[in-house]
């Protein structure tokens, strides 16, 4: 591909394998799981390229067998993550200066180390930890992470090439996109092993440092991203990993004057937090820090009375109940016609009984355990609140089991109130709410998606008459900042879907595009002219 400086390597998005029975990628992430599941991973901090360990340690157990320690990391105190901070301004000397060419190579050594080398592991890492189906773990920890890595390649040179007109002459003018001045705090979630290696390294694409604290339920696989970050060479200091107590380390960033920016994915009330403390302290800052986050969703499905059932009962399962509805685009609520709605109930209650559960070693399982005690804790709470609640009623699932692992059925229930509180919260799982309206309502249930929750992050709706596709997809123009037509709301791809929303849903910087990565310079502006003036008179002085 021609930049304007040089041709860099064709990119392409990374081809899903299938791990179907009998296949070799199958066999060699078998090997890897059994490897790392019969071991335990020892995760230390990584500041200036040092592994430091502490006498605060926590181990890590595996969701869906929450008795079978599979690591331990270590927390920081407030020393280390100020050393964190201070290594990072050291090592922003070089990297920040290093041309632009050798910061590419970097990150497409990456991607190819992850798509080859690293790929069994990275993703039975991610199946272990974060208790992801092998068809999950593919499309999140390897492929969209390399997309990543290569397409905000593409998407810098693009940025550096993109320079002023050139019309006066004698003169040049050039923009130079400098990183920004100080360190970047990238947080990370759980749930995406891919967002977990994109966040800091996106910012650090550009030539800034990064002080990394990824989610305490992410680490394993933390470890393994943080080996080949420093595998493909990227130098010391330039990405940062500290853990531990979330509060205190955020504060301490937070507080230091060389601040300049925030990449977070998370909860909409964390992010709101760190707004709120940013605000406080931005007087004390050398600059303005950007703040970029994705938080959270109540994404929803609406379906015309003249789309087809089948497939719409179809993005309901698959959108609503993949990775145990632990995706900030999961279907959460869905609104389906009154007519429609006995057709598309059959068809989800076969989906769902035909659907296994248990741990990803089976692949024959469909979903697998919540992330955490926490997260069970929440979603059996919300199961046994829709039970009791007098204007609810569960059509599938409804129960939950946590003795061995954190395993909650995928749930379906229907809310008579369009309003209520299970059409309006998050729960982060796999609990879908529907509401049945009458088919001669459809502009008015339009006005309820839109206002319904504070979210506005993805959502689809299912027609086959354009005229309605038409009215939907313009009365909903911000209710999503990620919208589909005849398609689930979940599965945005790097390079095709750029990914984010606004309202509740964060800053909708769209993470996989040039839109996210130009956040991370701050131009300058540089104008040279060839032969200077040497009279301070202009034309029309003359008599």
Known sequence: MATGFFNIPEIKNEPVKSYAPGTTERAEVVVEYNKLWNSKMDIPLT??????????????????????????????????????????????????????????????????????????????????????????????????????????????????????????????????????????????PFNFTSIAGNLPTSAAMMGNVVVWKPSATQMYSAKILMDLFEEAGLPKGVINLVAGNSAMISDTIFDHKAFAGVHFTGSTGVFQGIYAKIGKNIASYATYPRIVGETGGKDFIVMHPSADSKSVATAMSRGAFEFQGQKCSAASRAYIPESKWEEVKKYVQEDLAAMKQGSPDDMTNFTCAVISKKAFDQLSGVIDDMKSDDGMEIIAGGSYDGSKGYFIDNTVTVSRDPKSWAMETEFFGPILTVYVYKDEEWEETLKLVDTTSIYALTGAIFSHDRYAAIEATQYLENAAGNFYINDKPTGAVVGQQPFGGARGSGTNDKAGSMLNLVRWVSPRLIKENFVSPTDFRYPYMGE
Not at 58 to 82: F, L, R, W
Not at 87 to 113: N, Q, V, Y
Not at 121 to 129: P, R, S
């Open 47 to 188: 500041i200036n390229g040092e592994k430091i360990t502490t006498a605060d340690v926590v181990e890590i157990t595996s969701p869906h067998d929450h008795q079978h320690v599979i690591g331990q990391y270590y927390k920081a105190d407030q020393t280390m993550v100020n050393n964190a901070i201070e290594t990072a301004l050291e090592a922003r000397k070089k990297w920040s200066k290093m041309p632009w060419e050798h910061r590419a190579s970097i990150f497409l050594k990456m991607g190819d180390l992850l798509a080859g080398p690293y790929r069994a592991k990275m993703n039975a890492a991610t199946m272990i930890a974060q208790s992801k189906t092998v068809h999950q773990a593919e499309i999140d920890a390897t492929c969209e992470l390399v997309d990543f890595f290569k397409f905000n390649v593409k998407y810098m040179t693009e940025i550096y090439s993109d320079q002023p007109s050139q019309n006066a002459p004698n003169e040049w003018n050039r923009v130079e996109h400098r990183p920004l001045e100080g360190f970047v705090y990238a947080i990370t």
